[in-house]
């Protein structure tokens, strides 16, 4: 059993995705343990995203991850990293497969839909980022 941090992005939210993005998580066995809708200041994204502080896409991925709501949640499930990062497909949308949530709804590589943790240290990070221990069951 694993846990890690799914992100319906502002484009996501803005554009009525969020149905579609936990239908395709309930379809595929990963549970939510956690679920919240915030807006994070433009301060709050830029400690999120910290690791890529140095990357030319830090200041337009901030900005527009602090642009409008996003749903944040945490998911369990057998490989469950792994798995949402299937269906997720590539970070860039012209790479992910077909049927993809990417290949499905991304517009941009930026605007990219979701986002999830790529390891179990990226994962512990993130979860903890926005949710204490009394806000994930399970
Ligand atoms: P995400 O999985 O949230 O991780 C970092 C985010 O940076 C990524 O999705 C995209 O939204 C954004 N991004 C913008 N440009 C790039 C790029 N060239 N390479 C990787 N990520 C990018």
Same mark, same amino acid.
């Given at each position: 059993?694993?846990?890690?941090?799914?992100?319906? &992005?502002? @484009?996501?939210?803005?554009? !009525?995705?969020?149905?579609?993005v936990v239908?395709?998580?309930?379809?595929n066995?990963?549970k %939510?343990?956690?679920?919240?809708?915030?807006?994070?200041?433009l #301060?709050?994204?830029? !400690?999120?995203?910290?690791?890529? &502080?140095?990357r030319?896409?830090?200041g337009?991925?901030?900005?527009?991850?602090s642009s409008?709501?996003?749903v944040?949640?945490?998911?369990e !499930?057998?490989?469950?990293?792994a798995r949402?990062r299937?269906?997720?497909?590539?970070?860039n949308?012209k790479?992910? @497969?077909?049927?993809? %949530?990417?290949?499905?709804?991304?517009? @941009?590589?930026?605007?990219?839909?979701?986002?999830?943790s790529?390891?179990?240290?990226?994962? #512990?990070?993130?979860?903890?980022?926005?949710?204490?221990s009394?806000?994930?069951?399970?």
């Open positions: 059993m694993e846990r890690t941090l799914s992100i319906v &992005k502002p @484009d996501g939210v803005a554009r !009525g995705l969020i149905g579609e239908k395709r998580l309930e379809d066995d990963l %939510i343990a956690a679920m919240k809708m915030i807006h994070m200041t #301060a709050q994204a830029e !400690g999120f995203y910290a690791v890529h &502080k140095e030319p896409f830090f337009s991925l901030t900005e527009f991850m409008g709501p996003c944040v949640m945490v998911l !499930g057998d490989d469950a990293i949402y299937k269906l997720m497909g590539a970070t949308y790479e992910a @497969d077909p049927g993809t %949530i990417r290949a499905d709804f991304a517009t @941009d590589i930026e605007k990219n839909v979701v986002h999830g790529d390891a179990p240290e990226t994962a #512990a990070f993130e979860m903890g980022y926005f949710f204490n009394f806000e994930i069951v399970g």
